[in-house]
């Protein structure tokens, strides 16, 4: 109950082209939703995030898609550019209103976006 | 610019050493963790101090060590008892536990043990 299961393991997305990377979670008292990037070599900094009052958050050309009933949430990247190249980990947290200690973290999607 | 900062970014090892990872920040942050990241595995939680003095162990705890004898400071000592140390350790700190406090991390130190 207390995994976050993220899809797919890689990613390989055509500049210009929508990626798309899929989390899902099984218990209901998840409240947090953070999306962390990640480069080569460098630590993940915070994407986005979303709490589950919404069932969609956007900036920029990052979108995540949230569904309370089926217990799903993504990442949507639009018109995915190579700079976009990274490991992508969302996270949930097990503690209402908490983050921190609190964030179960997602095994990491890898994009690579080609030119 | 305020930020974390890891030391060194690569450290090679004999096996049976211990060895200690730095991580400083100027955030003034109360918060500072220690996770581990393997291929395949996301992040695992490690060790994580709320307040100065203070520490409590994360998810894989074992074989490892931490102090927290500065705010800014919280090295992490992975001793001979860790069975497979060699991996990507990322350092972190928070202004809070709350959401409104996000995560921000060090650009991490890659140990190989051989």
């Known amino acids: 109950q207390q995994q976050v299961k993220q899809s797919p393991q890689s990613l390989i997305v055509q500049k210009g082209g929508i990626s798309i990377i899929n989390c899902a979670y099984e218990?209901?008292?998840?409240?947090?939703f953070p999306w962390y990037q990640q480069f080569p070599g460098k630590g993940p900094a915070l994407l986005i995030a979303?709490?589950?009052?919404?069932s969609e958050k956007k900036e920029g050309r990052f979108t995540i898609s949230f569904n309370k009933s089926a217990k799903q949430f993504s990442l949507h990247i639009m018109d995915s550019q190579p700079g976009d190249s990274a490991t992508y980990f969302c996270?949930?947290?097990?503690?209402?209103?908490?983050?921190?200690?609190?964030?179960?973290f997602g095994k990491g999607t890898t994009l690579s976006v080609s030119s | 610019d305020g930020g974390i900062t890891q030391s060194p970014k690569y450290l090679f090892r004999k096996e049976g050493q211990n060895v200690t990872l730095s991580c400083e920040q100027n955030?003034?942050?109360?918060?500072m963790y220690w996770y581990r990241q393997d291929p395949g595995q996301g992040l695992r939680l490690i060790y994580y101090?709320?307040?100065?003095?203070?520490?409590q162990k994360g998810d894989i705890a074992e074989g490892y060590s931490v102090s927290r004898e500065k705010k800014e400071s919280f090295p992490l000592t992975v001793t001979s008892a860790q069975k497979n140390p060699t991996a990507f350790y990322l350092c972190?700190?928070?202004?809070?536990?709350?959401?409104?406090?996000?995560?921000?991390f060090g650009n991490g130190t890659r140990l190989t043990v051989t």
């Open positions: 972190a700190s928070s202004l809070g536990s709350g959401v409104d406090s996000p995560l921000h």
């Open positions: 218990n209901t008292a998840f409240d947090y």
């Open positions: 979303i709490r589950p009052d919404v």
């Open positions: 996270a949930a947290s097990s503690i209402p209103n908490q983050a921190g200690t609190a964030l179960i």
């Open positions: 955030l003034n942050h109360d918060a």
């Open positions: 101090s709320q307040i100065v003095n203070d520490f």
